[in-house]
């Protein structure tokens, strides 16, 4: 197509060199001496017929021309349509900028997964349209292969991003810019934790088993001595028999939960109204909370399969996690929405969880409180795991966010 373009555009500058010395060699033939009448007549009309013979030709060069030219263009639009078309369908996001950092190109896929429009990141500032540490990565302008990274979306939502940052650069090799291919990997994340917990729960099945017998022989053994105590001792120790009594219960209840994280969590399957049993759940454990102004944004919340018992357990213990958070009062908003998955979020307005221990708040006894057992989000995360699905914290600037995603299918 170019090299037909370059030979009209030979044609055309040729033809019209032609014609410029015909029309001199024209006016020189006027501008001398008359000879001969018949002679000059003869000369002019050849001379007169042939640039009228060549005007004609070069008219339709240029035509052709013309026609070559739109061709070309149409072309051009063809291309540029075809690769915005793949660029719009892939399942990947992709970012370019240009060398000062402004967004010169931005697919669906990449709104989709950082929640921008389109239309309001193209032509700026890339820290106007992105947060950290992406900001971070292209002002440093360095060469990121197969990178992950945790990304905050505008709406507070936490995903994980494998990315890859690279130079962009035109068909002289030179760099004119950044471009940027990320991937959502938030459920691959979840799945992987999923499986690192299951495996984790298999070995702690294996020797809980044991772990329980030994500590409880020994526990009947003194739980049956006591009981001989209260019957024989004076008035003035049974408060220490007492307290003894009631220590052994405690770590029978704790030898109990153990076990239940422990031990596969056997799900009797049934539709469950999770709406009416949040609202259970708020009801009850608020009763006479007049500090708490409680925030429900529930009323499309589908049914889903599940084990009832089992989904009411996890979400008292959250919420009267965030209750205590609260002991001077505060605000508790449990918020859904559906999609792929069904996402809940249980939120209040304590002191938050400090950074140094929120990966930590899953884990067996961990605790935080004086006299909790650290077993209770532990229990919470093996229920979550046992229906497919998966739970998160998040502490903001007003308190903590724990999210429950679970499967709609």
Same mark, same amino acid.
Request: proline content about 3%.
């Given at each position: 197509?170019?090299?037909?373009?370059?030979?009209?555009?030979?044609?055309?500058?040729?033809?019209?060199?032609?014609?410029?010395? =015909?029309?001199?060699?024209?006016?020189?033939?006027?501008?001398?001496?008359? +000879?001969?009448?018949?002679?000059?007549?003869?000369?002019?009309?050849?001379?007169? #017929?042939?640039?009228?013979?060549?005007?004609?030709?070069?008219?339709?060069?240029?035509?052709?021309?013309?026609? =070559?030219?739109?061709?070309?263009?149409?072309?051009?639009?063809?291309?540029?349509?075809?690769?915005?078309? /793949?660029?719009?369908?892939?399942?990947?996001? %992709?970012?370019?900028?240009?060398?000062?950092?402004?967004?010169?190109?931005?697919?669906?896929?990449?709104?989709?997964?950082?929640? %921008?429009?389109?239309?309001?990141?193209?032509?700026?500032?890339?820290?106007?349209?992105?947060?950290?540490?992406?900001?971070?990565?292209?002002?440093?302008?360095?060469?990121?292969?197969?990178?992950?990274?945790?990304?905050?979306?505008?709406?507070?939502?936490?995903?994980?991003? @494998?990315?890859?940052?690279?130079?962009?650069?035109?068909?002289?090799?030179?760099?004119?810019?950044?471009? =940027?291919?990320?991937?959502?990997?938030? +459920?691959?994340?979840?799945?992987?934790? +999923?499986?690192?917990?299951?495996?984790?729960?298999?070995?702690? #099945?294996?020797?809980?088993? @044991?772990?329980?017998?030994?500590?409880?022989?020994?526990?009947?053994?003194?739980?049956?001595?006591?009981?001989?105590?209260?019957?024989?001792?004076?008035?003035?120790?049974?408060?220490? %028999?007492?307290?003894?009594?009631?220590?052994?219960? !405690?770590?029978?209840?704790?030898?109990?939960?153990?076990?239940?994280?422990?031990?596969?969590?056997?799900?009797?399957?049934?539709?469950?109204?999770?709406?009416?049993?949040?609202?259970?759940?708020?009801?009850?454990?608020?009763?006479?909370?007049?500090?708490?102004?409680?925030?429900?944004?529930?009323?499309?919340?589908?049914?889903?399969? *599940?084990?009832?018992?089992?989904?009411?357990?996890?979400?008292?213990?959250?919420?009267?996690?965030? =209750?205590?958070?609260?002991? #001077?009062? @505060?605000?508790?908003?449990? /918020?859904?929405? !559906? #999609?792929?998955?069904?996402?809940?979020?249980?939120?209040?307005?304590?002191?938050?969880?400090?950074?140094?221990?929120?990966?930590?708040?899953?884990? $067996?006894?961990?605790?935080?409180?004086?006299?909790?057992?650290?077993? *209770?989000?532990? /229990?919470?995360?093996?229920?979550? %795991?046992?229906?497919? *699905?998966?739970?998160?914290?998040?502490?903001?600037?007003?308190? !903590?966010?724990?999210?429950?995603?679970? $499967?709609?299918?």
């Amino acid at each position: 197509m170019k090299e037909t373009i370059f030979l009209s555009l030979f044609v055309f500058f040729f033809g019209a060199l032609v014609v410029f010395y =015909l029309v001199r060699l024209l006016i020189r033939l006027y501008g001398g001496k008359k +000879q001969s009448e018949s002679k000059d007549v003869t000369q002019v009309d050849f001379v007169v #017929g042939t640039f009228h013979d060549l005007v004609s030709e070069l008219k339709v060069k240029e035509k052709e021309l013309e026609v =070559l030219r739109q061709k070309a263009e149409d072309r051009a639009v063809i291309v540029e349509g075809y690769n915005e078309n /793949i660029l719009q369908s892939v399942p990947s996001g %992709v970012m370019s900028f240009d060398e000062e950092l402004n967004i010169t190109r931005i697919n669906l896929a990449a709104a989709k997964i950082l929640e %921008v429009k389109r239309e309001d990141a193209i032509g700026r500032r890339h820290e106007e349209v992105l947060k950290k540490p992406v900001t971070d990565l292209l002002a440093e302008k360095k060469t990121v292969e197969r990178g992950e990274i945790r990304y905050t979306t505008p709406s507070g939502r936490s995903i994980w991003l @494998g990315l890859t940052l690279s130079p962009l650069k035109d068909r002289e090799g030179k760099t004119i810019g950044q471009i =940027l291919v990320f991937t959502d990997l938030t +459920q691959l994340k979840a799945l992987e934790s +999923q499986m690192e917990l299951r495996a984790r729960l298999s070995s702690l #099945g294996e020797i809980s088993a @044991g772990i329980a017998h030994e500590l409880r022989n020994p526990m009947g053994v003194i739980a049956g001595y006591t009981k001989l105590l209260s019957k024989k001792v004076d008035a003035s120790l049974m408060p220490t %028999v007492t307290a003894v009594a009631r220590e052994i219960n !405690a770590m029978n209840r704790i030898i109990s939960d153990f076990l239940s994280i422990a031990k596969p969590a056997e799900l009797t399957i049934f539709t469950v109204d999770l709406r009416m049993i949040i609202e259970d759940c708020v009801h009850t454990l608020t009763a006479g909370r007049n500090d708490i102004r409680a925030h429900l944004t529930i009323d499309n919340l589908p049914a889903v399969k *599940g084990d009832e018992v089992l989904l009411r357990q996890t979400f008292t213990n959250l919420i009267q996690n965030a =209750l205590e958070a609260m002991p #001077g009062g @505060g605000e508790l908003t449990i /918020i859904s929405s !559906a #999609g792929d998955f069904l996402e809940i979020s249980i939120a209040d307005t304590g002191p938050g969880i400090s950074e140094d221990i929120v990966d930590k708040v899953f884990l $067996p006894f961990f605790t935080t409180k004086d006299r909790g057992t650290g077993l *209770g989000l532990a /229990i919470v995360q093996k229920i979550i %795991v046992s229906h497919g *699905g998966s739970v998160s914290v998040e502490s903001g600037e007003r308190g !903590a966010i724990f999210r429950i995603r679970l $499967p709609l299918k």
